[in-house]
């Protein structure tokens, strides 16, 4: 509630425990009687980990909280594609993202909730694949969330490639007090697309309505709003 005190009214909902649907939607109410919505909700449930591999049950899961946002107001889910294990990206591992994107999409479209697909930092390092698998898929239901905290791993090439398929950028409370070039460019490039995504601050130590004016400022900045 202390973002809603200090302004915000959109805010972003980190949810690491996809079983407690009753407690998000706790929330989600409590938020709303308060003047605030829950744009984005960053669930606990990844694409290339648990029982996803062979069982249909989990991708329902996923589906029903696809559903679940669609009728509480939520227009973006940010689901995880990070490999078990902590081992890099393979081959393998885009394939059955892929493929598991695909078995979504339909209950995406349908609830008019888009998707965001959040990596781990290895795989900034191989993202033509995630960009060919996405402009692949074709719809604009499925982006990519960008964290502003890998953005030294792709070049200016690379980031113009990925922009457009960009639904939801993550920058930190540490980047923006002390913004990289690779940061602001990231901005420049996103302004130059005429982005109309999502951008989530993500607050650490943050604890005056002036700081927060303050990091807003920064960001309105960077992207010219």
């Not at 999409?105 to 795989?123: G, R, Y």
């Not at 639904?167 to 996103?190: D, G, I, M, Y």
Request: proline letters at 2%; aromatic letters at 4%; hydrophobic letters at 35%.
């Amino acid at each position: 509630m202390k973002c809603l005190e200090k302004g915000i009214r959109n805010v972003e909902l980190d949810e690491p425990d996809s079983s407690n649907r009753e407690q998000v939607l706790q929330l989600f109410n409590e938020i709303r009687n308060n003047g605030g919505n829950i744009a984005v909700l960053n669930l606990g449930l990844n694409l290339l980990g648990g029982d996803v591999k062979s069982n249909e049950k989990y991708l329902n899961d996923v589906k029903s909280w696809i559903k679940f946002c669609g009728e509480n107001g939520c227009r973006l889910l940010r689901l995880k594609a990070t490999p078990v294990s902590g081992r890099t990206y393979s081959e393998k591992d885009f394939k059955l993202l892929y493929r598991n994107l695909l078995n979504i999409l339909p209950s995406a479209e349908k609830n008019n909730v888009e998707i965001s697909v959040s990596t781990d930092k290895t795989a900034y390092s191989n993202m033509d694949r995630l960009a060919a698998m996405i402009e692949d898929i074709g719809s604009e239901t499925i982006g990519i969330t960008l964290n502003s905290e890998n953005l030294s791993r792709l070049d200016e090439k690379m980031l113009e490639k990925l922009v457009p398929l960009v639904n939801h950028v993550t920058v930190s409370e540490a980047c923006l007090k002390n913004p990289e070039r690779n940061v602001e460019k990231a901005f420049e490039t996103l302004k130059a697309a005429a982005y109309k995504g999502y951008v989530s601050l993500q607050l650490a130590e943050t604890h005056s309505a002036e700081e927060l004016n303050d990091h807003v400022n920064t960001i309105k900045r960077m992207s010219g709003l």
